[in-house]
C-alpha cells in the first residue's frame, strides 16, 4: 500500500464551459480530511455546485471527541457531508453582519459616518463618544477583547449576549479608535450587531433571517434553529490549538510587555475565540447569537448571497453598485496596527473595506475589486461585482493556516473559476 488518499468523489453540477472548475475543485481537496462544499454563481445563475464528503473521517458527522458539552446536545448531523449539509461558518459570518449594517446605512435609518453612541447611548462610556459606525466595521474601534483580563470573559459570560454587549459598552479603547486598525475577531459581531438591533429593534440574527435569508431562500443563520439540526455537521481541527503559554509566548514575541493593555488583549481574544469555538460543538452554541463567527450555513446560499449583493437574483437584489462600491473602498490600508504592531505590518497584512475583506496575497479571493470573508479552517464567501462572479466554500477540515499564505484547498478552484469567467488565469 502505498498510503497516498484516494481521490475524493466529487458530486454536482457544473454548466458547459465550467468543468475545469470541478477538476480544480477535485485537485484542491484531494489531501483534505474534510468534506467540502464549493458554489459559483456567474452573472446572478448557478453555473458551479459541487461537494465531496472528504477522503477521511473528517467528512462524517460523527461528535468531536467531547463534543456535546454540558447541554447534553453534541452533534447530529447525518452520515457524511452531503449538498444540504450545513456547517459553521467563523469569520465569514462577518460579512453577513455587515449586510445587514449596509442594508440599514442604504435605507438612511443608519450613517456610517456617526457615532456609534448615537443609536447605543452606552457605548460613549469611557472615551467612546467619538467612535463612529464606520470605526466598528472597519476594525478601528480598538475593542479586540471583552475584558482587559488576559483569561478573557468567562464562559458563562461569553455565551449571554447581553453581557458581552454590556462588557463593550463599559470598556476604554485600547487604542485611540479610528488611528489605527487590528482584527476583531469576535468583539466585531457584538459591535456591529447592537447598532443593527438598536436601530432595527432586533437581534442581528432575527434581522438576517426577516431581510435578508427569507426573501433570498437562503440558509444561513446566525442562531442555528433546533429543526434545522439534522444538518450540521461538525468542523474538526487538523492542528492543535495554542496553549494559553504559547499564545503568551507568540505576543511577547511581537515586542509587548507581558502586561501592556494591548499584550493582555491579544491574550483575552485569543481566549475568548477558543471558548466560542468550542461552544459551536454544542446545541447551546449553535443556537446562541455569536455574529463575528458562530453563522452556520452552505456554500450554495453563500454564493447566492454575494450574487444579490453584486446583481439581482430572482428578482432580489440587497444593495445598490454605490452601496457595495462604498463596502469595498480600503478603509484601512492607511493606517498602521496599533503599538509596536506596526512594526509587523507588510505587504500581506489584512486588509479591511466597510464589513468586508479586501485582496490581499494571503487571501487573493477573485483579484482586484472583489471583496468577501474568509473563516477560521479555510471557510470563503466573496464576489467580484464587474464580473457578476459570487462564490461559497464551506469545509469541515480547519486546516487553513493564515501565517502559510493562502489555504492550498482555494487556489486550483479559484484560478479556474477566473479562468471560466474570461478573466484568465
Known sequence: MSGRRPAPVVTGTVRPGWEGVRDAFARGQAEDPGGAQLAVRHGGRTVVDLWTPGTGRFGYGAAPDGAGGADGAGVTGGEAFRADSVGVLMSVSKALVAVCA??????????????????????????KAKTTVADLLAHRAGLPAYTDAPAGLPEALLLN????????????????????????????????????????????????????????????WIGLPEQEEHRFVPQRAVRPDPTPGQ??????????????????????????????????????????????????????????????????????????????????TPCTDHLPQPGVLHRLDGPDRSRFGLGFELPRPGAPLLGKGSFGHAGAGGRLGMALPESGLAVGYVCTAMAWEPSAGPDPRWMPWTEAVRKAAGLGG
Open 161 to 220: 449576549p447581553t453581557a458581552r454587549v454590556r462588557a463593550l459598552a463599559a470598556m476604554s479603547p485600547v487604542w485611540d479608535p479610528g488611528k489605527a486598525f487590528l482584527y476583531h475577531a469576535l468583539t466585531y459581531g457584538d459591535l456591529v450587531g447592537e447598532v443593527v438591533r438598536r436601530v432595527s429593534g432586533e437581534s442581528v440574527g432575527r434581522f438576517l433571517a426577516r431581510e435578508i435569508a427569507g426573501p433570498l431562500g437562503l440558509d444561513l
Open 247 to 328: 499564545v503568551a509566548q507568540a505576543v511577547e514575541r511581537t515586542g509587548l510587555a507581558p502586561d501592556d493593555r494591548l499584550a493582555t488583549s491579544l491574550r483575552a481574544s485569543s481566549a475568548e475565540l477558543g471558548r466560542a469555538t468550542a461552544s459551536f460543538g454544542t446545541r447551546r452554541g449553535r443556537a446562541a447569537e455569536f455574529p463575528a463567527a458562530g453563522g452556520i450555513g452552505d456554500a450554495r446560499s453563500l454564493a447566492r448571497l454575494y450574487a444579490a449583493l453584486v446583481g439581482p437574483v430572482d428578482g432580489v437584489r440587497l444593495l445598490s453598485a454605490a452601496t457595495v462600491d462604498r463596502a469595498r
Open 102 to 127: 449596509h442594508l440599514l446605512i442604504e435605507r438612511g435609518v443608519l450613517d456610517a459616518d456617526a457615532p456609534v453612541a448615537r443609536h447605543w447611548p452606552e457605548f460613549a462610556a469611557a472615551g
